[in-house]
């Protein structure tokens, strides 16, 4: 049987995109989303998307990052989908409902409300989630938020300073974070302007996360670092994130389609 995909980037942050909407799928497990996103012997990308049909929304997005595991939200495919959609939309995932409106090379994403308190992080254990009492070497004091998943953001002086491909697996896999967390270090650069590299839970160094910019923004948002609207550069380029005054978190930036094929499922299965 052979499938087809649209492969798609947001800022770098590829992914495979599967559409289920109007025709039968197979049944994705995570051994095949693994297998498909490969970078030797497979497709190649950072997620796996699948849309299905919604009773709720106007479609549902499921993620599955490149270690095969379903994950709740990602910012960055989210624009994709935007933009492969072409119009505006309500989309559930198993982080919540989102908004979707596409624009000219890109879309702005209604992510929902940030959630700051341990539970909902969630963490093993009550603690301050402004400034949790833990470190992992020089990384001390994180915030922790979640927006759709879990962030944990580090501020230090030079992000690019941090060796974040050792530090971010160590963080990601302690035994605080029972659901994992996503890894984030930024610094203030200018008037509401932050710079970040994000450890992405199950996906490793990528050039941009979306949900991390978010969570980033929120956190220095909450800390008076910036203002209610901030600029975020990531390796791959910039996003915009507004906290509005309903408490929802907008995030605007670009997406971009890449290429169609098709696949042998046999292949992958």
Same mark, same amino acid.
């Given at each position: 049987m052979?499938i087809? /995909?649209?492969?798609m980037?947001?800022?770098?942050n590829? /992914?495979?995109?599967l559409?289920?909407?109007?025709?039968?799928?197979?049944r994705?497990?995570?051994?095949?989303?693994k297998?498909? *996103?490969?970078? &030797?012997q497979?497709?190649?990308c950072d997620?796996l998307?699948?849309?299905?049909?919604?009773?709720?929304?106007?479609?549902?997005?499921?993620?599955?990052n490149?270690?095969g595991?379903?994950?709740?939200?990602?910012?960055?495919a989210?624009?994709?989908?935007a933009l492969?959609?072409?119009?505006?939309?309500?989309?559930?995932? *198993?982080g919540?409902?989102?908004a979707?409106?596409p624009?000219d090379g890109?879309a702005?994403v209604d992510m929902?409300t940030?959630?700051?308190?341990?539970?909902a992080?969630p963490?093993a254990?009550?603690?301050d989630t402004?400034?949790?009492?833990?470190?992992?070497?020089?990384?001390?004091?994180?915030m922790?938020?979640?927006?759709?998943?879990?962030?944990?953001?580090f501020f230090?002086?030079d992000?690019?300073?941090?060796?974040l491909a050792?530090?971010?697996?160590q963080i990601?896999?302690?035994?605080?974070?029972?659901?994992?967390v996503n890894?984030?270090?930024?610094?203030?650069?200018?008037?509401?302007?932050?710079?970040l590299?994000v450890?992405?839970?199950g *996906?490793?160094?990528?050039?941009?996360c979306?949900t991390?910019?978010?969570?980033?923004a929120?956190a220095?948002?909450k800390?008076?670092?910036v203002g &209610?609207?901030?600029t975020?550069?990531?390796?791959?380029?910039d996003?915009?994130?507004?906290?509005?005054t309903?408490?929802?978190?907008?995030m605007?930036?670009?997406a971009?389609?890449? /290429?169609?094929g098709t696949?042998?499922?046999d292949?992958?299965?």
């Amino acid at each position: 049987m052979r499938i087809p /995909f649209t492969k798609m980037h947001g800022l770098g942050n590829d /992914f495979v995109v599967l559409d289920a909407r109007t025709q039968e799928l197979p049944r994705i497990s995570g051994s095949i989303a693994k297998a498909i *996103a490969d970078r &030797r012997q497979g497709i190649g990308c950072d997620q796996l998307i699948l849309l299905e049909p919604s009773e709720s929304c106007d479609f549902r997005m499921r993620i599955f990052n490149a270690d095969g595991g379903e994950v709740e939200a990602c910012g960055n495919a989210a624009r994709a989908v935007a933009l492969l959609h072409g119009e505006p939309a309500r989309v559930e995932t *198993a982080g919540g409902q989102i908004a979707l409106s596409p624009a000219d090379g890109g879309a702005t994403v209604d992510m929902g409300t940030p959630r700051f308190d341990w539970e909902a992080i969630p963490l093993a254990y009550a603690m301050d989630t402004a400034a949790m009492p833990l470190a992992w070497e020089e990384l001390g004091n994180p915030m922790a938020v979640n927006v759709g998943n879990p962030h944990a953001i580090f501020f230090v002086d030079d992000a690019d300073a941090v060796d974040l491909a050792t530090l971010g697996p160590q963080i990601e896999h302690d035994p605080v974070f029972p659901e994992r967390v996503n890894v984030n270090v930024a610094s203030v650069v200018g008037e509401d302007h932050l710079k970040l590299r994000v450890w992405e839970r199950g *996906a490793g160094l990528t050039r941009a996360c979306g949900t991390g910019a978010c969570a980033t923004a929120m956190a220095a948002m909450k800390r008076g670092l910036v203002g &209610r609207t901030a600029t975020v550069t990531l390796p791959g380029g910039d996003l915009v994130i507004e906290w509005d005054t309903d408490n929802r978190i907008q995030m605007t930036g670009p997406a971009t389609e890449a /290429f169609r094929g098709t696949f042998e499922w046999d292949e992958f299965a």
